[in-house]
């Protein structure tokens, strides 16, 4: 696993095998506070309701968002996901394609599968218009609180470009191969990953890329003290 651009950071311990991570991981000496990365909650109050139909979506509210076979194709903005399913998100099978978007899966969990031909990308910043309510570089986002798991195979015909953002989340990122034989495939993620617990597995060479202007961001706060 090799993350450029950025750094592997955890707190509390460890566990398995981190010498192929670089850089190495760095441990920090205390919990974060919670100003460090809570991030605003997106806003659903003005999209309607929807069932998932046909092979193109829009922007709305939906109970849950599946493909295992054939194409998918989400047109830009924010998409909220309600259902309490650990699969409330999931594809498993088929072409995925998801531009300009942001998925805000409010109880349930995630699962994208290597089997997928997968293409996911956060809004971007300007000047790209502004994509409100979707979020700038949010590309996957659960709130505190919802601790379903977040799985996301990848392989080197996929893409994802965005925040993973799960606090209370267990988040697994792994690189597999998109051929039957392998043959040393570099699995990309353009992103930056924040969870409760963050797991790396597969069977190809993982990078996590990451680019500043290409991710959610923190609020300005302002902070006085005596």
Do not use: W
Not at 30 to 47: G, K
Not at 92 to 118: D, H, K, P
Not at 149 to 158: F, K, M
Not at 199 to 212: H, K, P, R, S, W
């Amino acid at each position: 696993v090799t993350v450029n651009g950025g750094t592997v950071n955890y707190v509390s311990e460890e566990a398995g095998t981190l010498s192929g991570i670089s850089p190495a991981p760095v441990q920090d000496p205390s919990v974060l506070p919670t100003s460090s990365y809570v991030l605003n909650t997106p806003d659903c109050s003005s999209l309607s309701n929807r069932t998932q139909h046909g092979n193109t979506l829009d922007p709305v509210v939906y109970s849950t968002i599946s493909l295992t076979s054939g194409n998918l194709t989400l047109n830009p903005g924010l998409y909220c996901i309600t259902s309490s399913s650990s699969n409330a998100f999931k594809v498993t099978g088929g072409t995925f394609t998801a531009n300009g978007v942001t998925m805000y899966v409010i109880n349930g969990g995630v699962n994208l599968s290597a089997n997928a031909a997968i293409t996911l990308k956060a809004p971007e910043a300007p000047p790209a218009p502004d994509p409100a309510p979707a979020v700038v570089g949010m590309l996957i986002q659960l709130p505190p609180g919802n601790t379903n798991d977040v799985t996301i195979q990848g392989t080197s015909d996929s893409t994802f470009v965005g925040t993973i953002y799960a606090p209370s989340s267990s988040i697994q990122l792994a690189g597999n191969s998109a051929s039957e034989t392998g043959g040393g495939d570099i699995v990309k993620f353009y992103t930056q990953v924040i969870g409760n617990n963050v797991m790396v597995t597969g069977d190809e060479n993982l990078v996590i890329q990451y680019d500043a202007t290409k991710q959610a961001s923190l609020p300005a706060r302002l902070e006085l003290s005596k």
